[in-house]
C-alpha cells in the first residue's frame, strides 16, 4: 500500500479491528451490486470509498427525472444516460484506485449466477421479488453471502443471508415466492433519506462480512419505522420446505 492509499484510508486504518492487514482484504475484493437505484446508490458510494478493490454493477435502465429525489448517484445532467455508466463516472471520481466493471442489461438466472461466482459478496439493491428471488437462488448454487434491503414509502428492512453456509436461513426462507408484484416505489413511493440509510447500512454490513467483522445481521432480519424511528430485530430460521434450498 503506497502513500497516497495510506493517507486516503488512513481512518479506517486507524481502527484497530481493520488496521493496514484488512484494509488490504478490502482492496483484494470484489463485491457485485444489483440495482444502482435508491438503495445502490449509497452503498457502491461508501464501499468505493471505503476501498473495497472491485466492483461489479449491474442495472439496464437509464437515468430519469423521477429518480433524482433519491438516487444520488446520478444528476440532473445524467438524465437519459444508462445508470451503469452514471455510476461509473461518479465512483471513479469518488476513488480512482477502485476497478468497476459494469453490465447494462437485464440477465437471466444462468448469466446472474456466471456473475455471482466471481465475487466475494453481493448486494441486492432491486426492487421487485421476482428479482430477489433470482438474485438469492444464483448466491446459494454460487455459495456466496448475500446482503439485501428493501424500502417503500416510510419502512425499510435489511437482512445478511450466508448463502454459503448451507445450515442457515436463505430469502426465500422469508418470503415465500407468491408472484406478488408492484412492491416498488414507483407504486407505493418512499421518502429519499429512507433508501440513504438503508443502503448505507447495506454497505457496512459487506464490509462487515469481508473482514469477518463483529456480529453481521446474518440469521436476523431488521426492520425500521422511519415515521416512528424504531428498529425492530427478528431472528430467522431455515425453512425445511424451503424451494430455494431444497434445489441446491
Given at each position: 500500500?503506497?502513500?497516497?492509499?495510506?493517507?486516503?484510508?488512513?481512518?479506517?486504518?486507524?481502527?484497530?479491528?481493520?488496521?493496514?492487514?484488512?484494509?488490504?482484504?478490502?482492496?483484494?475484493?470484489?463485491?457485485?451490486?444489483?440495482?444502482?437505484?435508491?438503495?445502490?446508490?449509497?452503498?457502491?458510494?461508501?464501499?468505493?470509498?471505503?476501498?473495497?478493490?472491485?466492483?461489479?454493477?449491474?442495472?439496464?435502465?437509464?437515468?430519469?427525472?423521477?429518480?433524482?429525489?433519491?438516487?444520488?448517484?446520478?444528476?440532473?445532467?445524467?438524465?437519459?444516460?444508462?445508470?451503469?455508466?452514471?455510476?461509473?463516472?461518479?465512483l471513479q471520481a469518488i476513488n480512482p484506485l477502485v476497478e468497476i466493471?459494469?453490465?447494462?442489461?437485464?440477465?437471466?438466472?444462468?448469466?446472474?449466477?456466471?456473475?455471482?461466482?466471481?465475487?466475494?459478496?453481493?448486494?441486492?439493491?432491486?426492487?421487485?421479488?421476482?428479482?430477489?428471488?433470482?438474485?438469492?437462488?444464483?448466491?446459494?448454487?454460487?455459495?456466496?453471502?448475500?446482503?439485501?434491503?428493501?424500502?417503500?414509502?416510510?419502512?425499510?428492512?435489511?437482512?445478511?443471508?450466508?448463502?454459503?453456509?448451507?445450515?442457515?436461513?436463505?430469502?426465500?426462507?422469508?418470503?415465500?415466492?407468491?408472484?406478488?408484484?408492484?412492491?416498488?416505489?414507483?407504486?407505493?413511493?418512499?421518502?429519499?433519506?429512507?433508501?440513504?440509510?438503508?443502503?448505507?447500512?447495506?454497505?457496512?454490513?459487506?464490509?462487515?462480512?469481508?473482514?469477518?467483522?463483529?456480529?453481521?445481521?446474518?440469521?436476523?432480519?431488521?426492520?425500521?419505522?422511519?415515521?416512528?424511528?424504531?428498529?425492530?430485530?427478528?431472528?430467522?430460521?431455515?425453512?425445511?420446505?424451503?424451494?430455494?434450498?431444497?434445489?441446491?
Open positions: 500500500m503506497n502513500d497516497d492509499e495510506l493517507l486516503r484510508y488512513s481512518r479506517q486504518i486507524m481502527l484497530p479491528q481493520i488496521g493496514i492487514e484488512g484494509q488490504q482484504r478490502l482492496a483484494d475484493s470484489h463485491a457485485l451490486i444489483l440495482g444502482l437505484g435508491g438503495l445502490g446508490s449509497p452503498l457502491a458510494m461508501y464501499l468505493a470509498a471505503a476501498g473495497v478493490g472491485t466492483l461489479t454493477l449491474i442495472d439496464f435502465d437509464e437515468v430519469d427525472l423521477s429518480n433524482l429525489q433519491r438516487q444520488i448517484l446520478h444528476t440532473t445532467a445524467d438524465i437519459g444516460r444508462a445508470k451503469t455508466d452514471s455510476a461509473r463516472s461518479r466493471h459494469t453490465i447494462n442489461a437485464r440477465l437471466n438466472a444462468d448469466e446472474l449466477r456466471a456473475q455471482i461466482t466471481a465475487v466475494d459478496v453481493v448486494l441486492d439493491g432491486s426492487d421487485n421479488f421476482a428479482t430477489r428471488f433470482m438474485v438469492n437462488r444464483a448466491c446459494l448454487a454460487a455459495r456466496k453471502p448475500l446482503v439485501s434491503a428493501a424500502a417503500i414509502r416510510m419502512e425499510g428492512q435489511l437482512g445478511v443471508f450466508r448463502c454459503d453456509d448451507p445450515a442457515a436461513p436463505c430469502y426465500q426462507c422469508l418470503y415465500q415466492d407468491t408472484g406478488e408484484e408492484n412492491t416498488g416505489c414507483a407504486e407505493n413511493g418512499v421518502l429519499a433519506p429512507l433508501v440513504g440509510v438503508l443502503g448505507s447500512l447495506q454497505a457496512l454490513e459487506a464490509i462487515k462480512v469481508l473482514l469477518d467483522l463483529g456480529e453481521t445481521l446474518a440469521g436476523k432480519l431488521q426492520v425500521f419505522d422511519a415515521m416512528r424511528m424504531e428498529w425492530r430485530t427478528m431472528n430467522l430460521s431455515k425453512d425445511p420446505d424451503c424451494p430455494a434450498c431444497k434445489q441446491i
